[in-house]
């Protein structure tokens, strides 16, 4: 593509020639008015006007560029308030051709509860329980790690306060030392929040002061000759000494958060280590897309400045050190100081302790990378064998599957999932409960499921899938067609995938739609990529399906009934006890219920018994 081809079919020179040369935010439109780019500049003259010169533009902002039919700015005072409303824009419009942070949910902590024996919990999301909070950690399973730690070192309970009320005998975790029982057994309180306030510290980083105390009481229950309590602390201390040999990234106090960045052509890895008082909590590793071909400075700085500002509330550290330097690293920098109310420093250098911290991210980055890299290939390998199977001109770059799940005909559930050339799509999966078709029919519920679907997608102009991989043998996929060519699609590669002998994966057989085997090889990575892609549709209707039966099994047959609502419910089974009773009561027997008149006994007898 050459420089001229990428100039934008809109009369720029006179937007160009109005701008200020101020700090400020610049937004890129196409000709619906959807937002393609936001970016900050502290001059937003000639950073805008860099965009449309004559060459030198980079492939993807090229294709940018052809694509941009208008081009907002917004001036403003100061660089750190340009980086805050660039951050708004990115989260609120979410562009696409911008570093996105896909990282919505709210972080973990750990909860100590408000009781006589506070329990310790998992929590995310708003505070609203009464209690201590520790965190946030950065990844769930780095919290619950910390809780298994909390059990083992300090025997606090996890279970919650309706557990706790009707237990008649310890649970489980008592058996295996866990817990201390409290629910069933005389548990010394001050003991019990001795306990508590030795797990505070060692949330707190203090673990070498839980270490002396644990000693200190070692010592004094051997000199009072309480060698199986003096026994317990033995154990205890050791279990401690290999947590902080396990947990510690170098001895000594600091907190930091340390990210590192690593790139091959399009591949983006960025991973991030998170340490408190010298204890490493955890570890996330990210893979944004580089859609306009950003330096690692340009991408890194790009992602820290949504993680941190555009995104939740994070625990802002009073340091933060890259593994390359950033751009605008200063104006970060204030904007993270002002945030957090206190000192932010941000550094790519450190000596001793700070070094080992940059080698360990880059050294951790690459290898994740690497991984990263080697999976997708796979992938894509599959893919190209998958098109040399079917003799296609080029790879598919889109499949769906679908496939049909319910238990005798009940609460059946339809799945659509979606594959691309890097995997699943989880963002485009589908269900669909069945409405129409009779319970029980396979064919008709996908039948339905296909037509919903399709009918859908042709009604939006959404672009229809390379492949559709059916869950099932060739009368399965004759249904299928049928419904296709009633839609008028012709476009689509249809197979259908069946079990053979034994249900063996190695026995499954992929129908075409001239009803011939498909000849795939049982060690086929076309073979594979189906069944994945079969095994991951199978997974999410049978989900589906078991959460809709559920929440049909929690109905009751008076639901529904004109003005019986949940008191009126309540007060008419905890009179009669059970709705069989109910529907043998006769109309004077339902009006002597509390709040039930007699017209509401006559609709409710007419519900059951009227014809």
């Given at each position: 593509?050459?420089?001229?081809?990428?100039?934008?079919?809109?009369?720029?020179?006179?937007?160009?020639?109005?701008?200020?040369?101020?700090?400020?935010?610049?937004?890129?439109?196409?000709?619906?008015?959807?937002?393609?780019?936001?970016?900050?500049?502290?001059?937003?003259?000639?950073?805008?006007?860099?965009y449309?010169?004559?060459?030198?533009?980079?492939s993807?902002?090229?294709?940018?560029?052809?694509?941009?039919?208008?081009v907002?700015?917004?001036?403003?005072?100061?660089?750190?308030?340009?980086?805050?409303?660039?951050?708004?824009f990115?989260?609120?419009?979410?562009?696409?051709?911008?570093?996105?942070?896909?990282?919505?949910?709210?972080?973990?902590?750990?909860?100590?509860?408000?009781?006589?024996?506070?329990?310790?919990?998992?929590?995310?999301?708003?505070?609203?329980?009464?209690?201590?909070?520790?965190?946030?950690?950065?990844?769930?399973?780095?919290?619950?790690?910390?809780?298994?730690?909390?059990?083992?070192?300090?025997?606090?309970?996890?279970?919650?306060?309706?557990?706790?009320?009707?237990?008649?005998?310890?649970?489980?975790?008592?058996?295996?030392?866990?817990?201390?029982?409290?629910?069933?057994?005389?548990?010394?309180?001050?003991?019990?929040?001795?306990?508590?306030?030795?797990?505070?510290?060692?949330?707190?980083?203090?673990?070498?002061?839980?270490?002396?105390?644990?000693?200190?009481?070692?010592?004094?229950?051997?000199?009072?000759?309480?060698?199986?309590?003096?026994?317990?602390?033995?154990?205890?201390?050791t279990?401690?000494?290999?947590?902080?040999?396990?947990?510690y990234?170098?001895?000594?106090?600091?907190?930091?958060?340390?990210?590192?960045?690593?790139?091959?052509?399009?591949?983006?890895?960025?991973?991030?280590i998170?340490?408190?008082?010298?204890?490493?909590?955890?570890?996330?590793?990210?893979?944004?897309?580089?859609?306009?071909?950003?330096?690692?400075?340009?991408?890194?700085?790009?992602?820290?400045?949504?993680?941190?500002?555009?995104?939740?509330?994070?625990d802002?550290?009073?340091?933060?050190?890259?593994?390359?330097?950033?751009?605008?690293?200063?104006?970060?920098?204030?904007?993270?100081?002002?945030l957090?109310?206190?000192?932010?420093?941000?550094?790519?250098?450190?000596?001793?302790?700070?070094?080992?911290?940059?080698?360990?991210?880059?050294?951790?980055?690459?290898?994740?990378?690497?991984?990263?890299?080697?999976?997708?290939?796979?992938?894509?390998?599959?893919?190209?064998?998958l098109?040399?199977?079917l003799?296609?001109?080029?790879?598919?770059?889109?499949?769906?599957?679908?496939?049909?799940?319910?238990?005798?005909?009940?609460?059946?559930?339809?799945?659509?999932?979606?594959?691309?050339?890097?995997?699943?799509?989880?963002?485009?999966?589908?269900?669909?409960?069945?409405?129409?078709?009779?319970?029980?029919?396979?064919?008709?519920a996908?039948?339905?499921?296909?037509?919903?679907?399709?009918?859908?997608?042709?009604?939006?102009?959404?672009?229809?899938?390379?492949?559709?991989?059916?869950d099932?043998?060739?009368?399965?996929?004759?249904?299928?067609?049928?419904?296709?060519t009633?839609?008028?699609?012709?476009?689509?590669?249809?197979?259908?995938?069946?079990?053979?002998?034994?249900?063996?994966?190695?026995?499954?057989?992929?129908?075409?739609?001239?009803?011939?085997?498909?000849?795939?090889?049982?060690?086929?990575?076309?073979?594979?990529?189906?069944?994945?892609?079969?095994?991951?549709?199978?997974?999410?209707?049978?989900?589906?399906?078991?959460n809709?039966r559920?929440?049909?099994?929690?109905?009751?047959?008076?639901?529904?009934?004109?003005?019986?609502?949940?008191k009126?419910?309540?007060?008419?089974?905890?009179?009669?006890?059970?709705?069989?009773?109910?529907?043998?009561?006769?109309?004077?027997?339902?009006?002597?219920?509390?709040?039930?008149?007699?017209?509401?006994?006559?609709?409710?007898?007419?519900?059951?018994?009227?014809?």
């Open positions: 593509m050459t420089a001229e081809s990428s100039a934008p079919s809109f009369d720029y020179e006179a937007m160009l020639k109005s701008l200020p040369t101020k700090c400020g935010v610049y937004r890129m439109l196409d000709a619906n008015g959807k937002v393609l780019y936001v970016g900050k500049a502290r001059n937003l003259k000639n950073r805008v006007t860099s449309f010169r004559a060459g030198g533009l980079a993807k902002t090229i294709a940018l560029m052809s694509k941009t039919r208008d907002q700015v917004t001036a403003l005072n100061s660089e750190v308030e340009a980086l805050i409303l660039e951050q708004t990115i989260k609120n419009e979410r562009p696409p051709y911008n570093v996105i942070l896909r990282d919505d949910k709210s972080y973990p902590f750990i909860l100590f509860s408000h009781h006589k024996y506070p329990s310790i919990s998992f929590h995310r999301g708003a505070k609203r329980h009464i209690g201590q909070y520790f965190g946030p950690y950065p990844s769930a399973k780095a919290t619950r790690d910390t809780i298994q730690i909390l059990q083992k070192l300090f025997r606090l309970r996890t279970c919650d306060d309706t557990f706790f009320n009707n237990r008649t005998r310890p649970c489980l975790q008592y058996q295996i030392g866990r817990c201390s029982g409290s629910c069933v057994l005389d548990v010394d309180t001050e003991a019990y929040q001795a306990d508590l306030q030795l797990a505070e510290m060692f949330l707190r980083g203090k673990s070498e002061d839980v270490l002396n105390e644990f000693k200190r009481q070692m010592n004094s229950a051997s000199e009072n000759l309480e060698f199986e309590r003096a026994a317990v602390l033995r154990d205890q201390i279990d401690l000494v290999r947590v902080q040999q396990a947990q990234v170098e001895t000594s106090t600091g907190s930091a958060d340390v990210f590192g960045i690593a790139t091959s052509g399009r591949y983006v890895c960025i991973q991030g998170f340490i408190r008082d010298g204890r490493m909590l955890g570890h996330r590793t990210w893979y944004p897309r580089n859609e306009i071909n950003q330096d690692d400075d340009e991408m890194l700085a790009a992602f820290l400045a949504q993680y941190y500002v555009g995104g939740i509330d994070r802002l550290p009073r340091e933060i050190l890259t593994s390359v330097p950033i751009e605008d690293e200063d104006t970060l920098q204030r904007a993270l100081t002002d957090a109310q206190h000192r932010v420093v941000v550094s790519s250098h450190g000596i001793t302790q700070r070094a080992r911290w940059l080698k360990l991210i880059r050294e951790n980055t690459e290898l994740a990378l690497s991984a990263y890299m080697d999976k997708r290939r796979n992938v894509f390998e599959r893919y190209a064998e098109q040399e199977a003799g296609l001109d080029d790879v598919p770059q889109r499949m769906e599957c679908f496939d049909v799940s319910h238990s005798q005909g009940e609460a059946t559930v339809a799945s659509c999932v979606v594959f691309d050339n890097e995997g699943p799509v989880s963002s485009d999966y589908r269900r669909f409960n069945i409405k129409t078709a009779v319970e029980g029919d396979d064919y008709g996908m039948a339905e499921a296909i037509n919903r679907h399709y009918t859908k997608l042709k009604s939006n102009a959404h672009n229809l899938p390379d492949i559709l991989l059916i099932g043998g060739l009368g399965q996929l004759h249904r299928v067609m049928e419904v296709l009633e839609l008028q699609i012709d476009s689509i590669i249809v197979l259908g995938i069946s079990k053979g002998e034994g249900r063996r994966a190695i026995n499954d057989t992929v129908w075409t739609t001239d009803d011939q085997a498909l000849n795939l090889a049982p060690n086929s990575g076309a073979l594979h990529l189906l069944q994945q892609l079969r095994d991951e549709a199978h997974r999410f209707a049978i989900t589906g399906h078991r809709r559920q929440k049909q099994r929690r109905k009751s047959e008076l639901d529904g009934i004109v003005g019986v609502g949940p009126r419910k309540r007060e008419l089974l905890t009179h009669f006890g059970s709705v069989a009773s109910i529907k043998g009561a006769s109309i004077e027997e339902l009006g002597k219920v509390p709040g039930v008149s007699t017209t509401l006994a006559r609709e409710i007898y007419g519900v059951f018994h009227d014809s």
